[in-house]
């Protein structure tokens, strides 16, 4: 398998790990009573941020963009900082994205 493909697929699971956690998180938070609707927007702008991050990053890997590359292993760097789970994903994530990635075949295009 193709290691844009690896990145992509793993990027993909974080950000719908992250949505799991984030809808959890808000209804724990939305079912307690003494919890103002203010106090919810802090975390779902930040969750998304993130969310938000690893979905365009899983889309550009799976295309080989540069941009994605170079976005995956920002993302890896701070991945590295959350032992241990963080860690070994940021590990697993570098690894396939140290080496460029290949680049898709160019499509004939019938004028």
Known sequence: MERNIK???AHRAIGVLYI???TLLVAAMALTPDVK???LIFP???FGVVIAAHLVTARGARQSKPWA???SIVISVLLLLGF???TLIGIYLLANTWKPWSQPAARAVVA
Do not use: K, L, M
């Open 37 to 39: 609707v203010t106090s």
């Open 20 to 22: 799991c956690v984030v």
């Open 69 to 71: 590359r170079t976005a």
């Open 44 to 46: 779902i702008i930040v």
């Open 7 to 9: 990145v992509a697929r």
């Open 84 to 86: 241990p789970v963080g």
